[in-house]
């Protein structure tokens, strides 16, 4: 689609899909690209991303210096850390000039990226192959209902945030269902008697406490039947396709930081439950002795 037919759903659309909606932006992606420092004489190979709309959306929250590009600067670009240092022998380039092609771009920004990456709005009749969505809490049907008739069914769509926030938050709160277990147990052994059966309605409260904070997948993830086990086994088998392409091909710069995120977050659980047992072996030590 173009930037015009994307400006054209967006004017015509529903109240509901611009509260669920928050933003959206269209983008695509071609690989080497040379992009020059005229001044030094240096040149890189860079991933080039054309992009209609807001730039943070491709890259969130990676930008150090300057600003995004905005649809009314034609002439500004954005470059990765790594693409800055290999022409500029720095990371501070911001309103220094680099050539593509025929065109000469300011840099107005550079983002946190290891790889080589050149970042420019696309002109207005140019189409885009790619949209990435913001729309928190919502679940990718409902997306997909909103954004009817701008995008074409048979098109693929990815949406795996909700999906590994939830790992990453069944991950991150594992110790505490290790320890509720002897806290529950100590309670009750302090407890009068008389009190004691307060002890496993303190444990089904922190159950029920823990799934609420720890299990929040969206709708998609959710089967119409429970007993529907075949929605399981192929949720199973489509997600963990789609886990180890991205882990071998991340496809955007988001996906790369999802994926190192859900890596931080396995590695501090590893380190969290080493610790809870620690202590747990300390107390039943403790006991034995």
């Given at each position: ?142 997306v997909r209902q909103r954004l009817a008739g701008m995008i074409m069914e048979e098109k693929g769509w990815i949406s795996e945030c909700d999906l ?126």
């Open positions: 689609m173009t930037r015009k037919q994307a400006a054209a759903f967006w004017e015509s659309a529903s109240d509901h899909a611009k509260r669920e909606i928050r933003d959206f932006t269209l983008f695509k992606e071609s690989g080497g690209k040379i992009l020059r420092n005229p001044d030094l004489n240096r040149e890189s190979k860079v991933k080039l991303i054309e992009t209609a709309g807001n730039m943070n959306l491709v890259t969130p929250d990676r930008l150090v210096s300057g600003t995004y590009v905005t649809d009314s600067d034609p002439g500004g670009c954005i470059l990765s850390r790594k693409t800055a240092d290999s022409l500029f022998g720095s990371c501070q380039a911001t309103g220094e000039q680099v050539a593509l092609g025929k065109k000469t771009y300011l840099v107005r920004g550079i983002v946190d990226l290891d790889s080589q990456l050149c970042m420019i709005q696309g002109g207005k009749e140019k189409t885009y192959d790619c949209i990435r969505v913001e729309a928190p809490g919502i679940p990718l049907s409902v590994y926030l939830g790992i990453g938050r069944i991950l991150l709160y594992l110790p505490l269902w290790l320890l509720l277990f002897p806290t529950v147990g100590r309670i009750r052994k302090r407890l009068p008697e008389m009190f004691r059966f307060l002890a496993p309605v303190a444990g089904f409260a922190g159950v029920c406490a823990l799934l609420l904070i720890s299990l929040h997948f969206s709708d998609d993830y959710v089967p119409s039947a429970w007993s529907d086990f075949s929605f399981w086994t192929q949720l199973f088998k489509d997600k963990w396709t789609a886990f180890l392409s991205l882990l071998n091909h991340p496809l955007y710069a988001a996906d790369s930081r999802m994926l190192g995120s859900l890596a931080g977050i396995l590695g501090t659980t590893i380190v969290n439950i080493m610790i809870v047992f620690k202590i747990l072996r300390f107390e039943i030590e403790k006991k034995l002795t």
